[in-house]
């Protein structure tokens, strides 16, 4: 009886490790192989990575693993999402469960330094920043002496309030939450002065209250927070097969090649989007992709700005204002290297 | 106990009932204070369950509206029992829990216990793997990152506690067996593992674990997770069966010894069997907990029903519109199973009550 459980165990185990990737090979051999991208996701964030009512992921992080997936099958389609959280994330990576993090993770230097993982480039300049009622009419972080700010335990969000506070010469008293819900409830109803967290996530936080029109973010950004893909450390192509295809994004906005345009822009006179779209010159295969990547990414995703407008835009729920997430000649921090 | 039932029910008389609640001007007070504050709970809950409610219509119309927003639950109800698994093939969970759930049913019928009925959920559960799994017989395949929900809190539950009894039971006798290597060994496991939380023994699995292991070789995140809840139920499991076993009087084993039977027939004939009838109130509460416990996988990456009905939320349409709506959803199906398995305890005390008292 006992020696046929054994047996079951014994068979359940080999499954389980049936299911090992070879990481002999690199990424890009071991994607191809598998015909599908796996993607880190967040479990939820509005805007960024969250399921339908089918499901289905959309979402900011969730197009650049679509782009990504598109970069090496052609087809946005190819992809698993992996829901990750933020104590899991980055020892999913590492232990090759997924590809790419695409997880509204910010690159810091003792994360690229210690991790055993690299980053690709930032493809959303995001900050801390604070979120107050109207009714309290406060116009500037500052004037917040003596406040009770509500946050979520991070690592480094109550750090950089400290900071803050203390250059500016002010006091706060900090409330913590350890679930979201309770830290915005705290907020709106009253318990605290303000909350703090990053601004993409405050705007989420207003985005959910019954009457968004009562608070209002205040100007400053007190911390850095580039938001980046990240990959397994020592696999310069396939790192830069994601880093590219966050570039093709941001380049293809500059050049003015959208989703409803991308079929006559392959008959364009610019040499620069002629090479992106693969229709001179081969820079997809030097990757070893495609030579039409480029042309696949934006045909299935769009563009970057069409990407924020999607998700993230006016339009959207959460009601972002590009920001620091605009293209370098138009005073904004995207500046997508030369495709050449 | 015949006799006590007796005398509970005999100032159960119309009169005395009254007494009890309006016999002194105190208790009048009381009486009509708490009614009051029934009605108005009642109230109250009728109106926003019923009377306001929004039954169909759009995010907007429950904007406007003052009640439950009913046509949030219907729009968002497969997202919540099922998850982020494929929409067309999300009749695979639901055939897996029905047969799970029929399964379980059937199994409960004292009457079926047996060889048989062990040898038929070894038969069950592959089958039940692979519907949900698929890659075979023209099903797609689902990697098990994209199964959630319901059928994902009954999968860590039961098959959970279906594997951990068993070695909670072995776990058990080693713990009193006179081979001091193996009573140490079973001492030094239900110890390690009772002495920290379940949320340290699934972030061990789930994170540490994969560290260790060589290079570019993963365990299935799922399993990990499956595997961590049988260790860490047998470790509770084996204690509660300790307690039934030496609640034995020692006469059952001499007995039995005399008869001569040897070690693993009396254990599995007499010794356990009686052990297990008498543990079985905490064995379902321990069970009931593990049911409501399981939603813990949330901090490894799975999001089994409650976080379904919690991440469903934060659709943007919806945001800041229904709240209490997926809570009480989740509250009701959670009460639904939990006061089952609770019925059932009750029901198998009496069966085994019977022809004992």
């Keep these: 009886m006992f020696g046929k459980a054994c047996r079951v165990a014994a068979a359940v185990m080999t499954l389980g490790a049936s299911v090992v990737t070879a990481q002999a090979a690199s990424t890009l051999e071991t994607v191809k192989a598998r015909g599908k991208l796996i993607c880190g996701v967040s479990m939820g964030t509005t805007g960024f990575a969250l399921a ?16 990504i997936a598109t970069a090496v099958f052609g087809d946005p389609n190819k992809v698993d999402f992996v829901m990750t959280n933020i104590n899991t994330r980055f020892q999913a990576l590492q232990s090759g469960e997924i590809d790419v993090l695409s997880r509204q993770t910010t690159l810091t230097f003792s994360r690229d330094a210690s991790l055993g993982i690299d980053f690709g480039p930032a493809v959303f300049y995001d900050g801390q920043g604070l979120m107050v009622a109207k009714s309290l009419g406060v116009n500037s972080a500052k004037d917040l002496d003596g406040a009770a ?55 989420s936080i207003r985005a959910a209250s019954k009457s968004p029109g009562d608070y209002v973010i205040l100007p400053e950004t007190i911390s850095k927070e580039p938001l980046a893909p990240a990959v397994r450390q020592n696999d310069s192509n396939w790192r830069d097969i994601v880093s590219w295809s966050v570039w093709m994004l941001m380049a293809a906005e500059e050049k003015g090649v959208t989703q409803t345009n991308v079929d006559e822009q392959l008959k364009s006179e610019d040499p620069e989007i002629q090479r992106m779209l693969g229709v001179t010159d081969e820079l997809g295969t030097m990757l070893g992709l495609d030579k039409a990547w480029g042309y696949n990414i934006i045909k299935h995703v769009g563009n970057y700005a069409e990407m924020f407008d999607r998700n993230l835009g006016e339009q959207t729920a959460l009601g972002l204002s590009r920001g620091p997430n605009t293209l370098w000649n138009a005073g904004g921090l995207l500046y997508p290297p030369p495709f050449r | 106990m015949a006799e006590a039932r007796n005398v509970t029910r005999r100032p159960a008389h119309r009169n005395s009932a009254l007494k009890v609640y309006f016999g002194t001007p105190g208790n009048t007070v009381v009486t009509l204070v708490c009614v009051a504050i029934l009605a108005f709970a009642a109230k109250a809950a009728i109106s926003w369950l019923l009377i306001n409610a929004v039954f169909s219509g759009t995010p907007e119309d429950c904007k406007a509206g003052a009640g439950a927003c009913w046509p949030y639950l219907a729009a968002k109800l497969r997202y919540m029992l099922f998850g982020i698994y494929p929409f067309d093939e999300q009749w695979r969970p639901f055939m897996a829990t029905i047969l799970f759930v029929v399964a379980m049913a059937i199994s409960g019928i004292p009457r079926l216990w047996g060889r048989p009925l062990v040898v038929a959920w070894a038969a069950l559960l592959p089958v039940l793997f692979l519907l949900m799994s698929g890659g075979t017989l023209g099903l797609a395949h689902v990697p ?10 009954f999968m860590l539950t039961f098959v959970g506690l279906i594997c951990a009894l068993p070695l909670g039971i072995l ?13 140490v060994l079973a001492i030094t496991f239900i110890e390690l593992v009772r002495g920290v939380p379940l949320i340290s023994v699934l972030f061990m699995a789930s994170v540490m674990l994969p560290l260790f292991m060589p290079d570019g070789m993963t365990f299935d995140k799922l399993l990990r997770a499956q595997v961590a809840i049988i260790l860490f139920a047998a470790a509770y499991i084996a204690e509660i069966v300790r307690a039934g076993l030496q609640a034995l009087p020692r006469g059952q084993t001499e007995a039995a010894q005399a008869l001569g039977l040897h070690f693993w027939q009396y254990t599995y004939l007499i010794t356990v069997p009686q052990a297990l009838k008498t543990v079985i109130p905490p064995l379902v509460s321990l069970f009931i907990g593990f049911f409501q416990d399981t939603t813990l996988v949330v901090i490894v990456g799975l999001l089994d029903f409650l976080n379904t009905v919690r991440t469903a939320m934060r659709d943007p349409n919806w945001q800041g519109i229904a709240v ?24 198998l005390e009496k069966r085994f009550r019977v022809g004992h008292d």
């Design chain 1, 149 to 203: 700010i509500c946050t979520l335990p991070g690592t480094t969000t109550a750090q950089n309030l400290a900071d803050f506070f203390r250059a500016n010469g002010k006091k706060f008293e900090l409330v913590v939450f350890e679930n979201p819900d309770e830290n915005n409830n705290a907020f709106f109803s009253g318990r605290c002065d303000a909350v703090s967290s990053d601004r993409s996530d405050l705007a």
């Design chain 1, 52 to 67: 339908d009512a089918q499901g289905k992921f959309a979402g900011f992080d969730v197009d650049v693993c679509r782009a």
């Design chain 2, 324 to 347: 209490l709506e997926g809570y009480l959803f989740a509250a009701v199906v959670y009460f639904v199973f939990s006061a089952i398995m609770g019925a059932y305890s009750r029901y």
């Design chain 2, 144 to 153: 098990t990152s994209q199964w959630g929900g319901l059928p994902l809190s």
């Design chain 2, 171 to 183: 776990l058990a006798l080693a713990r009193l067996s006179n081979l001091p290597a193996i009573r």
